[in-house]
C-alpha cells in the first residue's frame, strides 16, 4: 500500500497553461506539505496545511494555489505555468503537528513538471 | 534562522569500507535533526532522526548517524558500503515548529 501517493507521476506542459497535481495520503497523518525540488536536487518547502488549514506558506507566487478538501489530500494548482516552475514537485505528511519540528515528514514519489 | 550544510557535493567509498557523509546545523532552540535518502527518480526515504536522548541514533538499512552538539553536527555513518547504497543523502533540521529545512544532498558513489 502506497502511503503518500500523487498524480501525475509526470506532467509535460506548455507556458501559460493550468495544470494541478493531486496528493493522498492513508496514513491518517494530520498535516500535508508541498516540496519544490529543482534541477540542483535543492529541496524548499512551499505550503503545509494542517486539518485542511494553511499553516505555512513560504514566499511562493500567488500563480500557486494549494487545496485541501480533507485532511488526507492536498492538491496543487498552478497557473499561467512558466519555464522556471520546472520541477519535481514532492507531497509530504507528517502526524501531528503539535509534537513541532518532531514528527518525521513521509514523502510521496513526486510529480516531475516539464514546462516547455 | 534554520539552516543545514552539507559540504560534500559527493562522497566516493569502495563497497565493504565505512562512509561518513557530513552534516552540520544552525538554529535557535533545540534542534530536530533528520536523514532522508533519495535513490533516482523515486521520493525521499526517511532513514533516521535525532530528538532527544542518546546522541548515537540507529536507522534503516544499517544506517546510524551521531549528534554533536558542540560541533553542531550530526553526521551519517555505516561501517560497511553497500553498492545498492549509492544514491543523494540528505540531511534536514526543524525545531520549535515543523518547517523542515534541508542541505543541498551529497551524492554517495560505492563502488564495487
Known amino acids: 500500500d502506497t502511503a503518500v501517493s500523487q498524480t501525475p507521476k509526470y506532467l509535460v506542459t506548455q507556458m501559460g497553461n493550468d495544470k494541478s497535481i493531486k496528493c493522498e495520503q492513508n496514513l491518517g497523518h494530520d498535516t500535508m506539505y508541498w516540496y519544490k525540488q529543482d534541477s540542483k536536487k535543492f529541496l524548499k518547502i512551499m505550503f503545509s496545511?494542517?486539518?485542511?488549514?494553511?499553516?505555512i506558506n513560504e514566499t511562493v507566487p500567488n500563480r500557486f494555489s494549494p487545496k485541501s478538501p480533507d485532511k488526507a489530500h492536498l492538491n496543487l494548482h498552478i497557473n499561467s505555468l512558466e519555464l522556471g516552475d520546472s520541477a519535481v514537485y514532492f507531497c509530504?505528511?507528517?502526524?501531528?503537528?503539535?509534537?513541532?519540528?518532531?514528527?518525521?515528514?513521509?514523502f510521496g514519489p513526486g510529480t516531475r513538471l516539464l514546462v516547455l | 534562522a534554520q539552516s543545514v550544510a552539507q559540504p560534500e557535493d559527493q562522497v566516493n567509498v569502495a563497497e565493504g569500507n565505512p562512509l561518513t557523509v557530513k552534516c552540520t546545523y544552525s538554529v535557535s532552540g533545540n534542534p530536530y535533526l533528520f536523514w532522508y535518502v533519495q535513490y533516482p527518480n523515486r521520493g525521499l526515504q526517511f532513514l533516521l532522526k535525532y530528538i532527544t536522548g542518546d546522541n548515537l541514533v540507529k536507522g534503516s538499512y544499517g544506517f546510524e548517524a551521531e549528534f554533536n552538539k558542540s560541533q553542531t553536527s550530526f553526521h551519517l555513518k555505516k561501517p560497511s558500503a553497500l553498492v545498492s547504497d549509492s544514491a543523494l543523502y540528505f540531511c534536514?533540521?526543524?525545531?520549535?515548529?515543523?518547517?523542515?529545512?534541508f542541505g543541498t544532498g551529497t551524492r554517495l558513489q560505492v563502488f564495487p
Open positions: 496545511y494542517n486539518n485542511k488549514e494553511l499553516i
Open positions: 509530504a505528511s507528517s502526524q501531528d503537528r503539535q509534537r513541532g519540528g518532531q514528527e518525521t515528514q513521509y
Open positions: 534536514a533540521v526543524s525545531s520549535v515548529t515543523d518547517k523542515l529545512i
